[in-house]
Every structure is written in structure tokens, then in C-alpha cells.
């Protein structure tokens, strides 16, 4: 350290904002792709404002390098959440819970005893069970020659698998309020993705002035019921299984959480299973279907691996999957060009010096993983579709390389990696096997729109309306 006074850094690079608003009058309904362009004008550290609340946009392979990796120490922390407040008991969840021994408690059981190696193989058997229903189905649509809504199909299957691990069962429609789980759910994750004026103008949370948290409250409320009843449910069971509420009523009724840990720590991590993993692995199996259907080369050579790799003979298991090389490039490609999560949300704890700008306490932090996988900086013709470029390069997606983070990375990274990419992939695999696609429309296969629609988690605009043409032989 040297005694000299220093002058005070700069802020980052910054848009023209205007008083109170700040930034926003420069975004859209497409946030990430607004965000991307600025970027690419002020620069791969920018600063914002949003309201009250000063945003630091990250945009590049090297300066999210920076914020996750050098300085992840100081960027580990969610900003308030207001649905997170309201609905999952204070931000006593994972997903938004603040940095300190509480999260990383909670972090750390949830990786142990949930999303481990051994719970992800107790449940090989259900997965399979549950995807071979739908191939089922999907074969008597073949049969008659009938178009089918793959995305519904696959929000709901995947919704089933996600239900049968987490409370050992799946709902009917109307089982949560007439709604029913599947609206309940869609309201939720809409919920807290919408605007709310209060995590910009702290100053208006007593007024509530969209009546948002009447709304969270409510919400919140039908959820805390319906946790209720499930944990009830498996009290008066008289085995123990291996779903997630048993495993942890488990841990709860022991007493060695080692940690603060009632029931309402119970209910949060169970609506964290439920709202970080379901549309999650569901949006990412649609977008790498639609990328597939759109791209015939591609999806013929991963029918080619599948067949030499597991023959037509039989259908495509979890042992499997390492062996197919050429699948996981699909994956890696379609999650460049489609994160789900665009944004990872993040907030600073203290002052930082990051890259020759200061960067101050509580800002928020955005990264825009959307912008860095098209970032033509570290992406040779990036809008293009091509799993090639990964035949070629060993660029991974579990966080190690800095252009290609689906995932996040770092401390906040998503404990629930290894489960998302098995089941995306193993479904994939299976669809791809199994049939060969074409467009419900007749249309041809390179006019499929692509347009997504920004939320919690991105997914697709439109549907993905398909025929499938069986063509294994069992
Ligand atoms: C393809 C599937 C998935 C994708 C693309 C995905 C992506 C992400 C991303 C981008 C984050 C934020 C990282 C950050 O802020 O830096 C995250 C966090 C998280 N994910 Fe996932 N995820 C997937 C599946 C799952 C599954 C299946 C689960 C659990 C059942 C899960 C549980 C979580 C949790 C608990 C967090 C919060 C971590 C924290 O704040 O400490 N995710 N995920």
C-alpha cells in the first residue's frame, strides 16, 4: 500500500439516465437484448440505475470473470425481493436468501442431502418411467398422424417428475385452489418476475402502491397451506421415503441441522425445488428441441450417435448419456444461445475496485449471460446454430469457462446443475431417438420463429406445435 492519496475512481461507463427513473426508459419488453446493445456501445461494465437502484451490467467473458470468480467474495448477495419477502418466509430460501451462515447452511444441506449424486440416481428409475409414458403417447400420436403441443407436453411431464421427487406424488388439476398446481405455479413464477415498482423505490413499500404485496401475501398464504398439508401427509406416513419432504422432515425431526431450522425453513427450500427446477429444465429441453427441429443437419447426426450408441433396439438410459458426445454439444449450444436464467441477479456487500472503476456498496449486479454467449468478441458467428464448435473446443458449461455460464457460477452458481443437465438431456436423447419431427404447419424447418419471451425464465413465445414420426423398433 502506498500512502499516497489516491483520486476517487470512476463509475463505470454509464447510458444518459434521466431523474428517478433512471434507466428504464431504455428498456423494453426484451431487457437482455436492450441491455446488450447498450453494452456494446458504453462497454462490458456499465452502470445503470433503475429507480433507486444503482445497476452494475456485466456483459463480457472477462468481466464476469471478475464479479464471479476474483471478487465473488463481494458480489455473493441477492437484493431485496419483495416476492421472496413476501412469499418464501422472509428470503429464507436459497435462491434469494441473503449471503451469510444462514445461506450457506441452507446451501450446503440443500447440495448434501437434495441435488447429491446418490439422490439424482434414486430417482433413475422414475424418470425413466415418467419420460417412457410420454414417448408412449407421443407413439399413438405418430400412429394417427396428429400434431402435438411439444411444449406443453414437456412443462408437464417434467412438472411430474419434479412433483414425484420433491413430495413423492403428483397433483390433479384443482388439488392446490381452483386454479389448480400448474396455474398456481405459472401465477407464481410470474409473479416474481414481474415489475415491482417497491424492489426499485424502497421508499413505496408502505404505500404498496400496485397492491403487489396484498398479492404476495395472498399467494404466499395458499402455498403455506399447501406445504402444510403435504408435510402433514408424510407425518402420517408410516415409512420414510426418499423424496425431498421426507428427507428433510428427516433432518428436521432429528435435531442435527446443526443450524436454526423449524418448518418454515422446511417450506422454503421445498418451493425453492419447485420454482428453480422446474421451468428451469423445461425451458431448456424446449429450446434445445427447437433448435434441433430447426436444424436438420444437427438433429440427423444426433439420431446417428444415438443409434450407434444405443442401438434401436431398446431406448436411451441414463447410462448412456456420458457416451453421447455429440448430444452434450447440443446442450452446450443451445444453452449459448438460450440461457433460461438471461440474468444472474446478484448484489455487492462492500466498496470494490473492479477493473479501474468503483463499484459501491449494495449495488445490484447483472450479468447478461444472454449478451456474453453472443458476444462475437469470444464467439465466432454467434447467432449461428452449430454444436460443431464444440467438437472442436473443449469450452464447458459447469462454470469453469467464463463465456458460457447457463448456470452461473461461483458461490451463487445453481447447486442443481448436474440434475437439470440429466434430466434435459436424458429427455432430449429420448426425443430425439425415438422420432423424427416435423413442423405441425408444414412449414419449413428454418422458418421456425425463435422469439422468446422474457421472464423468471426465458422460454419460448410460441409453442412448439410438432408431428412425430415413430421410429424405433420396440
Ligand atoms: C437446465 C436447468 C437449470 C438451469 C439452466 C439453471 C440455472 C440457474 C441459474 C442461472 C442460477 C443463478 C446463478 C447465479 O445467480 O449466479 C440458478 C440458481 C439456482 N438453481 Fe438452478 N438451474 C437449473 C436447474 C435447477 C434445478 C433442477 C434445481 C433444483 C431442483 C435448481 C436449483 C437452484 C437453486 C436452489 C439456485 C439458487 C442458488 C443460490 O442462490 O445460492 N436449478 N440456477
Redesign the pocket.
Known sequence: HSNKKKLPLPLPPSPKGLPIIGHFHLLGNNPHQDLYHMARKHGPIMYTRFGFAPTIVVSSASAAKLFLKTYDHIFAN?SHHEFSYLVAYEQRN??F?RYGPYWRNM?KL?TLQL?SGLKIRQFESMRKAEIGIMVDSLREAAAAREAVDLSSMIMSVNGGMTCLMVFGRKFEERDLDDRGFKGLMSDAMAAAAAFNLCDYYPYLRWLDPQGSARRFKKLGLIFDRFLERIISEHAEKKERGHDFVDTLMAIHDSGEAGFEFDRRHVKAVLL??LL??MD??AG?MEWAMAELIKHPKAIKKLQKELDEVVGLNQRVDESHLPSLKYLDCVIKES?RLHP??PF???EAMEDCEVDGFHIPNKSRVLVNVWAIGRDPDAWEHPERFDPERFVVSNVDLRGRDFQLI?????R?????LQ???TV?SLMVAQLVHCFDWELADGAAPEDLDMSDHFGMVMSRANHLKVIPTDKLRV
Not at 451463487?412 to 442443481?416: F, H, L, N, S, T
Open positions: 441477492r436459497i435462491v436468501g446451501r440443500c441435488l425453492d425445488m428453480a427446477g428451469t429444465s431448456a444453452m433460461v436464467g444472474l441477479a446478484h447457463p448456470f452461473g457460477t461461483g451463487r452458481g445453481c447447486p442443481g440434475m437439470g443437465l434435459v
